[in-house]
């Protein structure tokens, strides 16, 4: 990247400079689009079209429309998917790039493409990244892109950064969860270069700081995500829950994946049935850890009181909630230090008037505030997830009081109008042609 281009990129505009800019187009760059577990980009991009920001979006992967709501497949917005039908065109783009600016390029290959990553997978993720970064380059070059972003610190940043660094566009990047803990191999070099960086939890904040050059530490932005349920949807049942009943029913939801927990949760679930507590557990979701969590159920016995529907379409997961007497969410941080970040259903949960118990990793305590919000738990500890269900399970009335107060919070720390209002006018800032 042109450092001189960023650094001068870095000042604010004003209201009255942004007006009078000439034309802005913003590149939003992801491995695919739109992705059933990922309501929360998907309704991001929506709403910052529909509030005129100039998005095009790019996957770097192709199509993947399993579980897709109905609005997701309705969806005509501006997208163009790579993935392996794109192959040819990526070679050809490489080569070109390289006939251009041979120096460059291997500049390039050199920093990036042999870069050291976590795991095999995302060595794999990042080597086609970086090989899609070329073929990006020419269409964000021809298209008149004047901010590339990428909605993940990972892979996609990387074709990002790639892109970037060909044409000299800006580039910038949002870290989240599982994309920066652990860090690739390339995130100070796309730290350094990013011309900003945004994050939507505060734990993260100084993360991603940290990874910043010391003079740069301001450009780290926090924007909360938006609530995804529309609040008509939120308003009309919050005061249905349903009465005390003669089994409890606890609701969990979550990729089948090592930073979930749900190995804890099963050994919280045995103990409530020893002492007596009449709970079943529904576990929404699927995922490579789908025969490990079986396994683990039949040894444990516990088939019989636990539901696995597997993957449910966000726009059918708020019935779930109103169902449910207790959302529980047992994330912890895997040993290589994976974790989540703020997992979305812990706020979907809370705005539908369900009560949450949930593990004090990353950023879930800036919305379980315990005892106010809900109960907050060490991670990796069955006893106090049981303890702290038990506790819900029985004071209804204390239960649906927390839900209520983080209800307010969430409402408020989420809203949808003010966090995509600040979206735009972060984009829409440094986005102008210098």
Not at 196 to 208: D, G, S
Not at 264 to 283: D, G, K, N, Q, W
């Amino acid at each position: 990247m042109n450092h001189s281009r960023a650094d001068s990129a870095l000042a604010p505009k004003t209201v009255s400079e942004i007006a009078d800019l000439p034309e802005i187009a913003i590149a939003y760059v992801l491995l695919w689009f739109p992705l059933s577990s990922e309501t929360f980009i998907f309704r991001e991009v929506k709403s910052l079209l529909a509030l005129g920001v100039p998005i095009r979006v790019y996957t770097m992967y192709g199509k993947s429309l399993r579980g897709c709501s109905d609005e997701m497949l309705a969806f005509k917005g501006p997208v163009q998917h790579y993935g392996m039908s794109a192959t040819v065109s990526i070679l050809a783009a490489f080569i070109r790039a390289a006939r251009r600016a041979p120096l460059k390029v291997a500049k390039l290959l050199r920093e990036g493409f042999f870069s050291r990553m976590r795991d095999l997978e995302s060595l794999c993720e990042n080597i086609w990244c970086f090989m899609s970064g070329f073929l990006l380059a020419e269409q964000c070059r021809d298209g008149g892109i004047t901010l590339i972003h990428s909605a993940w610190a990972n892979g996609s940043a990387t074709a990002a950064w790639v892109a970037s660094r060909l044409t000299e566009i800006p580039f910038a990047f949002t870290g989240r969860a599982g994309d920066i803990y652990p860090e690739d191999g390339l995130m100070r070099t796309k730290s350094r270069d990013a011309l900003f960086l945004r994050t939507n939890n505060l734990a993260n904040v100084r993360w991603l700081q940290s990874f910043c050059p010391s003079a740069q530490k301001d450009k780290v932005h926090l924007i909360y995500n938006s609530l995804t349920f529309p609040k008509t949807a939120r308003e009309c049942r919050t005061q249905s829950r349903p009465a005390r009943r003669a089994v409890f029913n606890i609701l969990a939801i979550g990729r089948f994946a090592r930073t979930k927990g749900f190995p804890e949760l099963f050994t919280a679930l045995a103990r409530l049935r020893r002492e007596h507590v009449p709970v079943r557990l529904t576990l929404v979701g699927d995922g490579r850890w789908r025969g490990k969590l079986l396994r683990q159920l039949r040894r444990m016995r516990l088939t019989d009181i636990v539901d696995l529907p597997g993957f449910v379409p966000h726009d059918q997961t708020r019935a779930l909630m109103y169902s449910h007497d207790l959302l529980m969410v047992p994330s912890v941080v895997h040993d290589n230090g994976d974790r989540d970040g703020l997992p979305n259903v812990i706020m979907e949960a809370l705005s539908c008037g369900l009560p949450v118990v949930a593990t004090d990793v990353n950023g879930i305590s800036e919305v379980i505030r315990n005892g106010e919000t809900g109960i907050l738990v060490p991670q990796r500890n069955a006893a106090a997830l049981a303890d702290a269900a038990r506790q819900m399970l029985s004071d209804k009335e204390r239960a649906l009081a927390t839900a209520q107060a983080g209800k307010t919070l969430v409402e408020h720390m989420f809203d949808r109008k003010a966090n995509i209002s600040a979206l735009r006018d972060l984009y829409m800032r440094y986005a102008a042609p210098c």
